[in-house]
């Protein structure tokens, strides 16, 4: 059995200020952050937020939005800024794991393609067993750079969830990764 964590990856204000942020989309993964991070905490599970900052525009600390989303608990187990899109190698957290045990990350949060995608990748390889939470995910669509085509958000999700699994992670629903803790 996995001593696991959840991670909240990069649920902050930032994101609020970019062109393609979409309000709508929110909602849904709102309440199923909001449904992970209160099943994690009845099941004894550490609940980790991960916030990105790169010192670019409303992602610079002297922003003042690197900072979790106001409908987000207040009361994380720990909180680690990363400066890379995975979170496990620049920010702490790797060794505050390694310290309690936790050999299971559950992943969660803002862009399922970018940071999400790469942390499950890094902690793949760094052994540790991961549930891909899908629907605590979020992404926005996307143009392809050379052929222009538009990639929806659940078109970029569906292609996340078909490279990841079986090779880096579980993809689960949040009602299958609580189910498995």
């Known amino acids: 059995m996995h001593k696991a964590a959840l991670l909240i990856i990069d649920v902050q204000d930032s994101f609020l200020q970019r062109d393609y942020w979409d309000e709508a989309a ?35 600390e002297a922003s003042g939005l690197v900072r979790p989303m106001a409908w987000l608990p207040a009361d994380p187990d720990a909180t680690f800024i990363k400066h890379v899109h995975n979170a496990l190698l620049d920010s702490g ?23 999400c995608e790469t942390t499950t990748r890094v902690a793949s390889d760094l052994g540790f067993a991961v549930d891909f939470v899908s629907e605590a995910t979020l992404t926005f669509a996307m143009r392809h750079p050379l052929s222009g085509r538009l990639f929806s958000a659940d078109e970029i999700r569906e292609k996340t969830e078909l490279v990841l699994a079986g090779r880096f992670a579980d993809i689960v629903t949040v009602e299958q990764a609580l189910a498995r803790l």
């Open 26 to 60: 929110l909602l849904p993964f709102r309440q199923h952050v909001l449904t992970l991070i209160a099943g994690a905490r009845a099941a004894g599970v550490p609940v980790l937020y991960v916030l990105h900052e790169d010192g670019d525009g409303p992602f610079a």
């Open 93 to 115: 957290l790797q060794p505050w794991l390694a310290e309690r045990g936790i050999s299971k990350l559950l992943v969660s949060g803002i862009r399922t393609e970018q940071c």
